[in-house]
């Protein structure tokens, strides 16, 4: 699997290289964006699953015709028709000047941003596109700006093209009525949050993105690319350093990670089990996350009421799996965030595959265990046996003794935890309120500093 998504990727890069046209279009930079729309729906039409026996060029071939779809007047004239109400709604709206304008799309991230309380300190609005999007996000009408611009047809057929610059139009119209002294994103990898620089920059606006997750897979070299923000506040130096592997410009302030708190259990004493579950990727094939979900049968047959299992909001288990798995374990809230759900059920060691849940366990000293994922030994922010190998396996069984000693062997799980809390504090050297406020201290400082010129 690992070596088609290779191969996607490879091909994505070589087709969007021609479309270099894309660096100054109409005066912004569509080109990061681009790739990312190119090679996302590539991925959700099948293309990873391309067979390596075939030729590249007939993989390009299917690419470049993905590209070429062209938008219909129909599309058009339904863009149109939203523009124009979304429009009259921004019209009753107050105009007051603000300090942050806010682009996301996860309901987890406006949770995350709201639990900061930013707005103690600065004045903010989300950028949104629809009611329907708004109310998704759990946001009231009084914070939010509709992103509307009128559609220019003629500047291009090309259906990606056309919805990547509406949006930079979009997001452009909206600075220019609300002045904001930053734009401000978390993750910053999706297609339409790297166009934030390309819009910000032309108004002399910062953009500025909050690290989210952490990503060192083959995507990457597409996904965490031309992050061209002035400025991406991370988690640590160890973070900074991953993303300029793949964007050697960027510009990395650390400045912690608010929502990771210590762990005070005693070191050597191991509580409960959380097992943090993805979908099917490009990674994690139908057959290792079977082979996950026996792992959790049979772990919490061996310790019952002790495991605990976290669905992935986008990917949730089916119910007779759910009363299976509920015998013996736990199904927590998929909606409740990570750390609540470390601290709520007092968990000792958190048991993931490709997710950065792997790495922010690290940072609350709980034991972060990797099963099932062969690739991991190149990925080295998600492979925990970079701190003792034996908290990485692709063996089940071996997987099941290691993890039922950690609770039996008294010895064992001290010295993993010390290691642990030696790791944890080199990568995650600020957490917790000193995190939360060194980026408070940070996003006002860049406020003040725009307002003074």
Excluded at 101 to 111: E, R, S, Y
Excluded at 400 to 419: A, G, N, P, R, V
Aim: hydrophobic share 40%; net charge neutral; glycine share 4%.
């Amino acid at each position: 699997m690992n070596n088609q998504n290779e191969r996607l990727v490879n091909s994505v890069i070589e087709v969007t290289n021609n479309y270099k046209f894309l660096e100054d279009f109409h005066g912004y930079n569509l080109l990061p964006s681009f790739k990312r729309e190119v090679y996302t729906t590539a991925f959700l039409n099948g293309l990873i699953n391309f067979s390596l026996k075939k030729d590249l060029r007939i993989l390009n071939q299917e690419i470049e015709s993905l590209i070429q779809n062209e938008i219909t007047f129909f599309n058009l004239l339904k863009l149109r028709v939203k523009n124009l109400i979304y429009s009259l709604i921004n019209g009753l709206k107050s105009k007051s000047r603000i300090d942050v304008l806010i682009v996301l799309h996860h309901k987890k991230q406006v949770d995350y941003l709201k639990s900061l309380k930013l707005e103690d300190k600065l004045s903010i609005k989300f950028g949104i596109r629809t009611i329907y999007e708004r109310k998704a996000l759990g946001l009231k009408e009084n914070e939010v700006i509709y992103l509307t611009s009128k559609p220019l047809r003629g500047i291009t057929k090309n259906k990606i093209i056309f919805y990547l610059h509406n949006f930079c139009n979009s997001l452009k119209e909206a600075c220019l009525v609300y002045k904001p002294e930053i734009v401000l994103t978390i993750e910053g990898d999706a297609p339409y949050q790297t166009l934030l620089p390309a819009a910000a920059s032309s108004l002399g606006i910062n953009s500025i993105c909050l690290q989210w997750g952490t990503n060192s897979g083959p995507d990457a070299r597409i996904m965490v690319s031309d992050l061209l923000f002035d400025e991406i506040l991370t988690w640590s130096d160890f973070f900074s350093e991953v993303i300029k592997r793949y964007t050697p410009s960027a510009s990395c302030t650390p400045v912690g990670h608010p929502l990771l708190l210590f762990c005070n259990q005693p070191i050597n004493e191991i509580h409960n089990y959380l097992f943090t579950l993805q979908g099917v990727n490009e990674f994690i094939t139908e057959e290792g996350q079977n082979e996950m979900l026996d792992l959790i049968t049979k772990l919490s047959e061996i310790f019952p009421k002790k495991v605990y299992i976290k669905e992935h909001p986008a990917y949730p288990l089916g119910q007779s799996l759910k009363e299976k798995l509920l015998q013996n374990g736990f199904v927590v809230d998929p909606n409740m965030s990570l750390y609540k759900a470390l601290k709520e059920y007092n968990i000792s060691v958190l048991v993931g595959n490709y997710s950065s849940s792997i790495v922010e366990a690290l940072g609350c000293k709980i034991i972060p265990f990797c099963f099932n994922i062969p690739i991991l030994k190149d990925l080295n922010t998600y492979n925990p046996s970079n701190i003792d190998t034996r908290l990485c396996t692709t063996d089940k069984m071996e997987a099941l003794d290691f993890l039922m000693k950690l609770s039996t062997d008294s010895d064992l799980s001290y010295e993993i935890s010390q290691k642990v809390a030696l790791k944890s504090k080199e990568i995650f050297p600020i957490i917790g309120n000193k995190a939360l406020y060194e980026l408070k201290k940070r996003l006002t400082a860049l406020v003040e500093s725009k307002s003074a010129l």
